[in-house]
């Protein structure tokens, strides 16, 4: 299965210049969806993941299914101002702008290992933002995946990421 054919792009989204890929053609097809979580399962069974955190929002759906089939706890992030309770909160820029996310400052335990999921790696800062907050957490055992990498945006944050060596299932290089 090739699931780079299955992600739709469209251009100029969300704003002038940028071709979004949109994963929910690929979540609509069920074979599609479990190669996913089958394949990122395999990948990370022998790591002792104790937690997945998943990135709002496409990140939820992946992340989720992940959690279970690793026997670990999800935590989501959220944007800021979504999580009810004391969070931790990071702010961080966007291909396109920027913004703030946060979570539960009890979501994590310093024991945890933890697996951050998101459905795209553009600029890493996303990514990034979410790593320093697991840092303040006090966690020091993580892994990255993604469904999708941008190959041809290059940024420090993404070079942080790359470091940790993040499974990911499809490349864009152009």
């Known amino acids: 299965m090739i699931l780079k054919d299955l992600i739709r792009e469209i251009p100029d989204f969300p704003v002038k210049g940028i071709s979004f ?23 990370f069974a022998d ?9 709002e929002a496409r990140g939820f759906i992946i992340g989720g299914a992940l959690a279970n089939e690793l026997n670990a706890g999800f935590v989501p992030v959220r944007k800021k101002g979504k999580l009810p309770g004391k969070t931790i909160s990071e702010s961080y820029d966007l291909e396109y702008g920027t913004d703030s996310i946060e979570m539960h400052q009890d979501g994590l335990s310093k024991g945890d290992i933890v697996l951050i ?37 290059q940024s420090a944050d993404k070079d ?15």
Request: negative net charge; glycine residues 6%.
């Open 21 to 43: 890929k949109d994963i929910t053609t690929l979540l609509k097809d069920n074979l599609a969806i479990h190669s996913v979580i089958e394949e990122l399962k395999n990948n």
């Open 47 to 55: 790591k002792g993941i104790t937690k997945v955190v998943g990135i």
């Open 117 to 153: 999921h998101d459905d795209l790696l553009a600029t890493g800062g996303t990514a990034h933002a979410v790593l320093r907050m697991l840092n303040k957490a006090g966690i020091s055992k993580i892994y990255f995946c993604f469904i999708c990498d941008l190959e041809f945006i």
């Open 160 to 174: 942080i990421i790359y470091d940790y060596n993040p499974y990911i299932l499809v490349k864009y290089s152009d």
